[in-house]
């Protein structure tokens, strides 16, 4: 079951996560909420939208914008809308 961890927690684990560009990409329902807090960084992707982010936070320690997710995507992306993927640090392993 793929399963996301950084500073010893899991953050999210799941068997219902989809692959986009080598990243996992979590259902809402899978993460552990209370290490995510919202950040007001946006990005944009030509094909899937605009990207929100969250700040990972364990034991203290953050991780700024590890995590990110589209709120609401263009039409080819609507398979990840809401679903969160992970960077800088966080091991995601299948």
């Known amino acids: 079951m793929p399963t996301a961890t950084w500073n010893g927690a899991i953050l999210a684990q799941s068997d219902h996560c989809e692959t986009v560009e080598g990243n996992y990409y979590f259902p809402p329902d899978s993460i552990n ?8 960084t946006h990005t944009t992707c030509s094909w899937k939208g605009e990207a929100s ?24 992306a609507k398979n990840i809308e809401g679903y969160i993927a992970f960077w800088r640090g966080v091991k995601v392993e299948p």
């Open 53 to 76: 982010y969250y700040t990972i936070e364990v034991d203290g320690q953050q991780n700024k914008d590890a995590a990110w997710y589209y709120p609401h995507t263009k039409e080819k």
């Open 33 to 40: 909420k209370e290490y995510f807090k919202d950040s007001n």
